[in-house]
């Protein structure tokens, strides 16, 4: 499932962007957002394509958002989930997506990101829309 992601920024940037997997290539390009440090934008490159470039440039030393999270050890069970107080390893997201040929998911944390314009720490993600 794939992600229409907005990303705005106090300085009035605003760029809605479409990241994740869709059912026709699961596992096998996984878009994500990236800052392209050229073009001073948002852009979308493939997180499993080591020699990811920016679209519009073709920029290559581009600044992942978000986190990568290693699967493994695997996530907790529901017992412990049920049975625990506390959920010291839950992560809050924006956005997430399991990757499996990373073993890991890839997620986006709330709060501020670096934005591309400005360069402060002023660009909030939200999910507009989902899409298979
Ligand atoms: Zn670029
Ligand atoms: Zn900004």
Known sequence: ????????????????????????NYG?????PYICPTC?????????????ACPLCGETNLERYGSIVS?????????????SDSEPHYVPTVFEENCPPLNSTVIIEPGRHKCPKCGHQ????????WFD
């Open 71 to 83: 699967n493994s050890p695997p996530k907790r069970s529901w017992f412990q989930k049920i049975f």
């Open 1 to 24: 499932m794939g992600n229409e992601l907005r990303a705005m920024c106090d300085c009035g940037y605003e760029r809605t962007v479409e990241a994740g997997s869709c059912m026709g």
């Open 28 to 32: 096998s390009s996984l878009p994500f």
């Open 122 to 129: 002023g660009l909030k993600f939200e999910v507009t829309a």
């Open 40 to 52: 001073a934008e948002l852009v979308i490159a493939d997180i499993l394509d080591p020699s990811a």
